[in-house]
């Protein structure tokens, strides 16, 4: 009789012991396997650091959070893992890897010690993004445009009538197209003036500027350049290329002076106007001329384009310079790469003179021989700004009318790098920069 319980009493009890094995192997399971997922970016593993990008800014999107690896293999990227992204790798050909909870801490304790200069940045939520461009130009006049296209990474393309209308107030993060803020179309005339698209562009640009109550465009020019500042100081991040660097700055300094001849704006410019630019207004630019010649395709002497006859295309690398990760990890966010030597690349604005950079602006990409910046970022009022000069990180010598780069053929572009990083910077947790 008793042996006729037990045995009862054993087969009650086997479903309990079934179902506790069940939740103890779940458990065990979901600190033995795959918890994470790692995007590594160093130069040998990943296959398309483009893309990782938009992977990164992908998850965000879906409500995770991320951890950027500063200064670990190249700056890698932790996701949450799900099969979701995983596929969402596979299916964009991003290299990944499935770690453990385990491996995830023995990496962030690596990455934590004091010895090493790294840093886990936590990434928050996607910033809303904008690109301020003409809505008839082209994705390929514009690398930011492209690569945002390539990563997968949405934007809404905004001009002069949402700016003026309080539209930034939207986007945490601002792209300036190859503009001319100063209202010169892009001192072409002497080259381009009697070309169609030359024409074109000029007609449109003064029917937008009186459709908006300004008789001339470099007055409604000089108002998005105040309304874009706003914007920053009131705390975005704008990112500006090429061009749209110093005549943003250009515009600002000129405020309530006319520098325009006549066949820009229908009259003469102002008498000794270099005298009255007001170098406190700009963002990043100091103790510049401007050059005053109509036909001369350059705007001050802070473009380095007609300066730097020394440097060779084959020798044309800048260098990015290295902070420490947990003491100064905006600009080590910014820089991070799988190289530390970029290739340089052609612009209208090629590159900045170190002599008219203000001192508390950071040159972040260099080359020291010649005193030129090519990357350099700085803070005004709550928020910040980078200027990157050239035109497009993958064509050297970008002229009108060339053909788009195709990003399918440098999925790995360090200068395109730059870019996504300045993208996904604002998604960062913020910590208070020490220098």
Same mark, same amino acid.
């Given at each position: ?5 037990n045995?009862t009493?054993n087969l009650?009890?086997? *479903?309990?012991i079934?179902?506790l094995?069940v939740?103890?192997f ?6 033995i396997?795959?918890?994470f997922?790692?995007?590594?970016m160093?130069d040998?593993t ?5 893309k990782?990008? =938009?992977?990164?800014?992908?998850s965000?999107e879906k409500g @995770?959070?991320a951890?950027? %690896? !500063?200064n670990?293999e190249?700056?890698?990227? %932790? ?5 979701a ?10 290299t990944?890897q499935? +770690?453990?909870d ?6 962030l304790?690596?990455i934590?010690?004091p $010895?090493?200069n790294?840093?886990? +940045? ?13 809505k008839d130009?082209?994705?390929w006049?514009?690398?930011?445009t492209?690569v945002?296209?390539?990563?997968e990474?949405?934007?809404d &393309? &905004?001009y002069?009538?949402?700016? !003026?209308?309080e539209k930034? %107030? ?11 803020f ?5 001192k072409?005339?002497g080259?381009?003036k /009697?070309? *169609?698209?030359?024409?074109?562009q000029k007609?449109n640009?003064?029917?937008?500027a009186?459709s908006l109550g300004y008789?001339k465009?470099?007055?409604?020019k000089? &108002?998005?350049?105040?309304k +874009?500042?706003?914007?920053v100081i009131?705390?975005g991040?704008m ?9 943003f700055? +250009?515009?600002?300094?000129a405020?309530g002076?006319d520098i325009?001849?006549v /066949?820009?704006? =229908?009259?003469?410019?102002?008498k000794?106007?270099?005298t ?7 963002f990043?630019f100091?103790?510049?001329? !401007?050059v005053?010649?109509? /036909?001369e395709y350059e705007?001050? $002497?802070i473009d380095m384009t ?12 800048f260098s990015?310079?290295?902070y ?6 905006i600009?080590?966010?910014l ?5 530390? %030597?970029?290739?340089?690349? /052609?612009?209208?604005t090629?590159?900045f003179?170190?002599d008219a950079?203000?001192?508390n602006v950071l040159v972040m990409?260099?080359?020291? $021989? @010649? ?6 970022h700085g803070?005004? =009022? ?8 050239g ?9 009108v009318?060339d053909?788009?780069t195709?990003?399918d053929?440098h999925?790995? $572009? *360090? ?5 996504? @990083?300045?993208? !996904?910077?604002?998604?960062?947790k ?6």
């Open positions: 009789m008793y042996l006729f319980k045995s009493y009650n009890i086997q *479903p309990i079934k179902q094995l939740v103890f779940c458990l065990v399971s979901n600190s396997f795959a918890s997922i790692l995007i590594p160093d040998v990943q296959t398309n650091h483009l990782a990008y =938009g992977i990164t800014y992908w965000l @995770n959070t951890k950027w %690896l !500063l670990y190249g700056g890698s990227f %932790l996701l949450e893992d799900s099969e992204t995983r596929n969402e790798c596979k299916i964009r050909g991003v990944f499935v +770690i453990s385990t491996q995830a801490a023995k990496i304790e690596e934590s010690s $010895s090493k790294m840093e886990a +940045i936590v990434l928050e939520k996607a910033p809303k993004i904008a690109v301020y461009s003409p130009r082209m994705p006049d514009d690398a930011v492209m945002l296209t390539y990563a990474i949405p934007f &393309v &905004v002069d009538e949402e700016v !003026l209308s930034l %107030l939207l986007y945490e993060w601002l792209h300036l197209h190859h503009e001319d100063t209202g010169q179309y892009g072409f005339y080259s381009y /009697m070309a *169609p698209w030359y024409i074109e007609k640009a003064e029917n937008l009186e008789s465009v470099s007055q409604e000089l &108002v998005v350049s105040l +874009i500042r706003d914007f009131g705390g991040f990112f500006a290329m090429c061009s749209a660097t110093d005549s700055d +250009i515009a600002l300094s405020e002076v325009c001849e /066949m820009f704006d =229908g009259d003469p410019s102002e000794d106007y270099q009255k630019i007001d170098y406190n207004k700009t990043a100091k103790d510049f001329t !401007l005053k010649n109509p /036909m705007f001050s $002497s007609r300066k730097r006859s020394s440097i060779k295309r084959t020798s044309d690398y990015l310079k290295e420490s990760a947990k003491w100064d990890p600009p080590t966010m820089c991070q790469n799988h190289t530390q %030597l970029v290739k340089g690349f /052609m612009g209208q090629t590159s003179d170190r950079i203000k001192s990409g260099e080359i020291k $021989s @010649n005193r030129e910046a090519r990357y350099i803070v005004k =009022g709550k928020g910040m700004f980078t200027f990157y000069g035109h497009d990180p993958e064509d050297y010598q970008h002229r009318g053909p788009k195709e990003l053929l999925p790995n $572009s *360090p200068g395109y790098r730059l870019i996504l @990083n300045n993208v !996904l910077f604002p998604a960062a913020k910590k208070k920069q020490k220098t």
